[in-house]
C-alpha cells in the first residue's frame, strides 16, 4: 500500500499527539483466526445489490449541486467541508469512493478494507491509518497469508482490550461483526475481534450503562416502534448493530453522500432481508439513508440521535445547523442526543462539546469529571455526553460514571 499522509484520521493524529492507545505486542498463539477466506461470500443477488447501490450513490453525487441549485439549499451547510471537504489534501475518501462505487466484485467482497476513513483503522494492515492509504490497494493470492503474519504480530491488544469491554456485559449488546465484506481478526468467544470491533463497543458500552439502550427498549414495548437517527454514520457497523439488537427501529444514517456509498453497501449487504431507501422517504423498520443536503427538508421526529467521532470533523456552522434542526424539529420531547467527539482544536478543527453547551440545556457528561484525556481516560473515542431539550429521565443517571477500563 501506499504510505501517504491522510487527512481523514483524526483519531490517529491524536494518537500521534499522545492519546492513549493499543500499543504492538507479540503472538497470540492461542488465538483463531478468521481470513479473507473464511468470509460468507456474496450472492449473484447481493453483487447484484451493490452494483445498484454503487450506480444510484454515483447519481446522486453526481446531481449534489443540481439539487442544491434548484432547492435553494444552503450550500455552506449542505458541502462537504472541514475535514471532509474536496479540497483538503489528498482527500481519502474520494478515491475510496471512487474505487468501491465502481462495485468489482473483488472489492465489494472486500468492503472492510476501505472504511478506513470512518474508524481510522487500515483494517488490512492491522495498523493505524495515518500514512496508509487503502485506495490502490491490490489483492495478490498471499493476501491472506499478509493478513495472518500482520494479525499475529500487531492484534494482541485488541484481544485483551475486547475481553476487558464485554466482561459482564449480556451477550446480547455485544457487537458481533459479521465475517463477510472483508472482517477479518482473531475469533474471542465467536466474536471477530480487531480494532473496529471494540471501537463501537466502546460505544454501545456507553448506551448500555447510560440506560438509553433500555430507554429504546422501554420505547418499544409501548410504542411498537422506535426511531433512531445517526448523523455521520461511517461505513455503518452501529447501524447494523442497532438493527440486529433492535429490529423495530426504524433508522435514518444521514451522511455525505459519498460516505452514504459505504454505510449502504455495509448495511444492505449485512441484513440482505431488510428494506432500504435512500432519499427522505421513511423506511419503516428499515434503514433510511438521507444524503446531508437533503437534511433541511427531513421533517421527522427521532428517539435518539447520534454523532460519534463526525461533528468534531464538520465546520461550527454545519454543527449548529444540525442543533437547530435537532432543536427545532427532530428531537423527540423526551429523546436524547448521544455525542461522542475528541477535543480536535489542536489540529485546527473544532471541539463539539463547546458549540453543543451553548445550544442544548440539559448535558450529562458520561465520563468522569475530573478524567484527564491525556492519563488515563476510560474511553478512546472521545467525550461521551448525552445532550437534551428536557430535563433527562434515565434510569441510571443516579451513577453516570463510568467504570474504569
Ligand atoms: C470519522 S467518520 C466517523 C464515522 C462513525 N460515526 C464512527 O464513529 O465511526 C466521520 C463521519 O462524519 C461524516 N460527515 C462529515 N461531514 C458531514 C456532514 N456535513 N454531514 C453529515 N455527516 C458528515 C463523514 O462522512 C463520516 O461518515
Not at 114 to 137: H, K, M, R
Amino acid at each position: 500500500m501506499d504510505r501517504i499522509k491522510l487527512s481523514n484520521s483524526l483519531d490517529d493524529l491524536l494518537r500521534q499527539s499522545g492519546t492513549p492507545d493499543a500499543t504492538r505486542q507479540a503472538d497470540h498463539p492461542d488465538q483463531t483466526l478468521s481470513l479473507l477466506r473464511d468470509n460468507t461470500p456474496l450472492s449473484t443477488a447481493q453483487l447484484a445489490l451493490a452494483r445498484q447501490i454503487g450506480e444510484e450513490m454515483t447519481a446522486v453525487v453526481a446531481g449534489r449541486n443540481e439539487y442544491i441549485r434548484k432547492h435553494r439549499i444552503d450550500a455552506r451547510f449542505a458541502k462537504p467541508d472541514a475535514n471532509w471537504s474536496h479540497d483538503a489534501p489528498q482527500n481519502e475518501f474520494l478515491r475510496l469512493f471512487q474505487r468501491v462505487a465502481k462495485s468489482a466484485e473483488g472489492d465489494i467482497a472486500r468492503l472492510r478494507g476501505f472504511t478506513q476513513p470512518f474508524s481510522g483503522y487500515n483494517l488490512f494492515e492491522v495498523d493505524d491509518g495515518t500514512y496508509l492509504s487503502a485506495a490502490d490497494i491490490e489483492f495478490g493470492t498471499d493476501f491472506d497469508t499478509d493478513l495472518a503474519r500482520r494479525l499475529a504480530a500487531r492484534n494482541a491488544p485488541q484481544i485483551e482490550h475486547h475481553k476487558h469491554l464485554v466482561a459482564g456485559l449480556p451477550p446480547e449488546v455485544v457487537f458481533r461483526p459479521p465475517a463477510m465484506l472483508g472482517e477479518i481478526g482473531h475469533v474471542v468467544d465467536g466474536v471477530l475481534v480487531n480494532h473496529d470491533t471494540n471501537a463501537y463497543q466502546e460505544r454501545i458500552n456507553i448506551l448500555h450503562k447510560s440506560g438509553v439502550l433500555g430507554q429504546i427498549q422501554d420505547k418499544i414495548a409501548t410504542a411498537g416502534e422506535v426511531k433512531i437517527c445517526e448523523i455521520g454514520g461511517g461505513y455503518g457497523a452501529l447501524c447494523h448493530w442497532f438493527k440486529q439488537m433492535f429490529p423495530k427501529a426504524s433508522y435514518t444514517i444521514i451522511d455525505l453522500p459519498e460516505s452514504l456509498l459505504f454505510s449502504r453497501l455495509y448495511v444492505s449487504l449485512t441484513h440482505p432481508d431488510m428494506a432500504t431507501t435512500c432519499g427522505l422517504a421513511a423506511s419503516r423498520f428499515g434503514v433510511r439513508f438521507v444524503p446531508n443536503f437533503m437534511a433541511e427538508q427531513l421533517d421527522d421526529s427521532f428517539d435518539l440521535i447520534i454523532n460519534t467521532l463526525s461533528m468534531s470533523e464538520m465546520t461550527e456552522y454545519q454543527v449548529r445547523k444540525y442543533v437547530h434542526l435537532m432543536s427545532t424539529k427532530w428531537l423527540k420531547e423526551d429523546a436524547v442526543f448521544f455525542e461522542q467527539n475528541h477535543d480536535v482544536r489542536k489540529v485546527g478543527l473544532l471541539f463539539a462539546q463547546e458549540i453543543l453547551a451553548s445550544e442544548f440545556e440539559y448535558h450529562l457528561p458520561l465520563y468522569p469529571p475530573d478524567a484527564d484525556y491525556e492519563k488515563g481516560f476510560p474511553y478512546r473515542h472521545g467525550f461521551p455526553s448525552l445532550w437534551s431539550l428536557n430535563p433527562l429521565d434515565l434510569p441510571s443517571l443516579a451513577s453516570p460514571t463510568p467504570p474504569a477500563p
